[in-house]
Structure formats: structure tokens, C-alpha cells
């Protein structure tokens, strides 16, 4: 990420590509872009040393190139025969898939060699040498070539029906919770075909819709899938002998892809947080810890030492010492750690909130960060270590809560912006219906889906973000996400304003933050150095240092 030219490759199945452009520029290097059916468009691949039309003759021994209207676009797959689409579906060698379509006169608009005169080139269609070999290792063999060509179409059709079975088997064998569930649970079904990986003959291809409103009904899902939680044995493999992190980008990646175990997460978040660098030692961080502890009772008393008389005389601290104990005890209550009356830990939460409301007496306190707080104490289960994480999370989301709220404005523009290049037909409707000020993704930004998962799909939620393994902003492509996956109702029905903010509110409980997860990751990766680009400087969160932003002294003075 630190030099955005470089991009990573993945493999992406041909059944996806809608479009490859070739672009020759005046100056400079040539380049391809790949355009997926879904109307999503890859960053460019540039070829420094030349190559363009190797690439594309190698393509076209895959695949059929059918020329555009304009000379540097190539159609994929885009068949004018019903069957030898149909086929092309089914993934059978191209030379199979040839033979058995009747020849038929080709137009001089459908050769994409025709056009463009690269026949010698670029031409592997009828008569190129890697059909004449298939033909010719074909004779040799002692097997009857329809009985062979048969067998394959039998076997993809079999691939058809085992689908048809595992699909039907799960519409009818499981009972959805609720609607929102069932329509999860189906689109994570789609989702179990990775396209990130190379297409198998084992595994059939589902091919995306040409419309991007039918979109919704797949999952956009094609990165790396979800892994178990990063547990105890495996945490052990990345820390040296004293307790060193050996490679803290491998293991934000690692948490990145399958979150914490639970007992392992105060130790972890710490160093997420910036509380305790990647480079300390067990014997560094427990003094940290101590220090930190006795900090953390100085600044505490300050509060605690204000007289009844002088808090009369105090307006600023009265109001949010109130703010404070109201919003303790509505947060979280349902949860055992914060339940029942006279709770140890909400005098912990109040106690840690009144003490951030003294230590960055500028900001103070804004309702919602009692709902940041909780799980951080619902971790960590001490009340000094909860404060200097909380401390760590708002150096990031700090400007969230600015009574100017520059911090959420510049999200919500960057959204805007993104959703303007990763979903033009949604960006559109909004702008239709007055909606581009983003607001109804307002509580999402603020309180970093909070209040819309489930407790633990909260925890988990947050380390991966904390990772800035893809991006520093990867909740902006989880809104992104989310959006997508309902645009076909929101639009469908016509939503405005008053009625979309209601139905996104409703989302709360029922989102599979997996899946949605998955999706973020696909459309980050996707939008590339474009995305970035749609992000102006200093947007929160800022990316935290990696040796732990504690240790530097000059932070202590920093306003928010």
C-alpha cells in the first residue's frame, strides 16, 4: 500500500469478463483494463516492455474475442449462437465447443482479426497451430472423439443437477429465522464459489448478470474466504521468544481474514489500538501497563478531588458529568457484563468516560462513545487499560464527535464519492431522491456498525478494521457493501428519504457481517487506486503508527 502502483493479480474467471480495452496512449505505456459483466472495472495493467497483443493472442486461446465498435474494446464470450453460449457456460475446451457448432460464413463485422488486421498476429481461431495440435493428438487417440466429447457434456451437466439438488436441499431442509435471514442465507450460498481462485472443472460457474440491478441477487464475494479466529497456538508461531511481534503486517492479515478467539483478544487489541507496540517485549509492556496505571490515576483525580461547591461553580463539568451517567446506564444493558442494578462495570464505563472527558477536556464527551467504549471494557475487564485504548481508538475517530463534525462530513462525502464509482445506477437514485448527503449511513460511520450487529459480530467487526490491512477506510466499503446488496429493494420500491433512513435502521440484527465482509474486501480491491483517489487527506481514521502512538510523548498535548 505504500506505493499505489503496485496492484495485486488476482485470478478472475473468464464467465466474469465482460470486456477487455486496449489503450495505446501518445505518451507512455500501453495498457489493458478488464471489465467484469457486473460493470465493475479492474485497475489498469500496464505492459512496460510491449506485450499487448501476445497477451491477447493468449487470451484468445481460452476464450472467444469478438471485436467491438471501436477497434480497442474485445467482447468476451459475447456469442451470437444461443448454443455455443450455452456451452461456453459449461466450460468445455474451446475446441470441442468448436467442432460441434455448424460452420457458418463469418461477417466481416464479427472477426475481431478482420477488423483490425492482426490476423497473423494475433489470430488462434480455425487453423492456428494450438487447434491443429488439439486435432492432431485427437486422431492418436484409440477413444471415439463424440463418445469423449459426449462424456464431458454429461459430466457438466451433472454438475447442473448436483447444484440443483444442494440448492433445493437448503431452500427446503432449512427454516429462515426471518426474511432477511432467508435472503442472506441464499446469497451466501452464491457465495461459496470463489472466484478468486482459478477456475476448477469440478466446480460450475455461475455467470453474473449483464444488469446491475439483478446484482443483489449474488454475492459479490470473490476474495479469500473467511478463517477460523486467530487462536493461542497459532499467536504463539508470530511472537519471538521475549514476546516480539516477528511480522506485524502477516499478522494483520491473518486477523484480517479470521478475527481473535476471544481469550486472546485483550493482548491483541492493545497492540491493534497502539496501547503496546508490535516490538515490546513481555517485560516492556507490563511496565508500560504500570505506568500507564499510575498516569491514568492522576488524571482520574482530578475529577474525583472536585469539591460539591466547586462542581456548582463548574457548568462545563456538571453538563457532561450528566450527559455521562445518563447514557451509562441505556448502554449495553442487555448484555450480562453491564446488566442488573449496582454493576461494578458501569461505574468502570462511567468512571473511564468522565476521566477521557479530563484528559481531552476539548472534545470532552459526545453521546455514542459510551456505545465505542463498551466492548473495549468488555475486554480488556480493567478500568486504567480501557481508558488508554479508548484513548488510542478516538486519536482515530476523535473527529468524528467535533461540534463542526468535519470528521463525518468527510466520511460521508468520501462515500458519496465512492458509491459515485463503484455503483453509478445507485449514486444515480440517491441523487434523484436528494439523498447524496449520505445521512442515512450517518450511524453507521459513527459508531462503526455498532448499534447494527450483533455484540460479538461487533468485536469482530472492529479488529478487522483496525487491521488497515487493505485500507485505513475499509467501513466505507463495508457501507458500500451493505448498500449494494439492497439496492434492488431500495430502488425497487421507490424508497425516499424518510423511508430508506427507516429500512436501513431495520437492518440492525440482521446483517451476516461475513458476508458482508467478503463483499467490502471485492469491491476495495475493485475500486484500487480510483477508490483512494475518492478519499480526501485526513479523512478518519487515520492510520496509526505502528510502534504504538503512546510512546510518543508530543501526542499527550494534541487536540482533536
Known sequence: MQDKNLYTIRAVPFTDVRSIRRHTPAFGWQYIIVVLSSGLAFPPLYFYNGGVREFLATVKQHVLLRSAEHANVFLVNDFQNPLQRTLSSLELPRAVSLSIVPSMPVSGGESASQENGERTDVDVLDGSPSIRQFYRRERQKVHDPARDISMQVLEKFSLVTKFAREATSQLFWETPTNAFSHFERGSSNLSAIDSSQKPRDDVLELPVPPDPLELDKLSLAWGKPRQPPLGLEEWATFLDSEGRVVDSKALRKRIFYGGVEHKLRKEVWEILLGYQSYESTYAEKEYQRSNKKTEYEIIKNQWQSISPEQEKRFTKFRERKD??????????????????????????????????????????????????????????????????????????????????????????????????????????????????????????????????????????????????????????????????????????????????????????????????????????????????????????????????????????????
Open 323 to 560: 450527559l455521562i451517567e445518563k447514557d451509562v446506564v441505556r448502554t449495553d444493558r442487555s448484555i450480562s457484563f453491564y446488566g442488573g442494578d449496582g454493576n461494578a462495570n458501569l461505574s468502570f464505563l462511567h468512571n473511564v468516560l468522565l476521566t477521557y472527558s479530563f484528559y481531552n477536556f476539548d472534545l470532552g464527551y459526545c453521546q455514542g462513545m459510551s456505545d465505542l467504549l463498551s466492548p473495549i471494557l468488555f475486554v480488556m475487564e480493567d478500568e486504567s487499560e480501557s481508558f488508554w485504548c479508548f484513548v488510542a481508538l478516538m486519536e482515530r475517530l476523535g473527529p468524528n464527535f467535533n461540534r463542526d463534525q468535519n470528521g463525518m462530513h468527510s466520511q460521508l462525502f468520501a462515500l458519496s464519492k465512492l458509491v459515485e464509482l463503484l455503483d453509478a445506477p445507485l449514486h444515480n437514485y440517491f441523487k434523484q431522491k436528494d439523498c447524496l448527503n449520505y445521512f442515512i449511513c450517518f450511524r453507521w460511520i459513527l459508531l462503526q456498525f455498532k448499534r447494527e450487529l450483533e455484540y460479538d459480530q461487533t468485536m469482530r467487526l472492529w479488529e478487522v478494521l483496525w487491521t488497515h490491512h487493505l485500507s485505513e477506510h475499509l467501513h466505507q466499503y463495508v457501507c458500500i457493501a451493505l448498500l449494494k446488496r439492497y439496492r434492488g429493494k431500495i430502488i425497487g420500491e421507490q424508497m425516499e428519504f424518510d423511508t430508506l433512513l427507516k429500512f436501513i435502521n431495520e437492518l440492525s440484527g440482521h446483517i451476516d457481517i461475513d458476508v458482508t465482509l467478503r463483499d467490502a474486501e471485492a469491491l476495495c480491491l475493485c475500486a484500487g487506486e480510483n477508490g483512494s483517489a475518492c478519499i480526501p487527506p485526513g479523512t478518519p481514521p487515520s492510520l496509526p503508527r505502528e510502534d504504538g502512538f503512546l510512546f510518543n510523548s508530543e501526542l499527550d498535548d494534541t487536540v482533536l
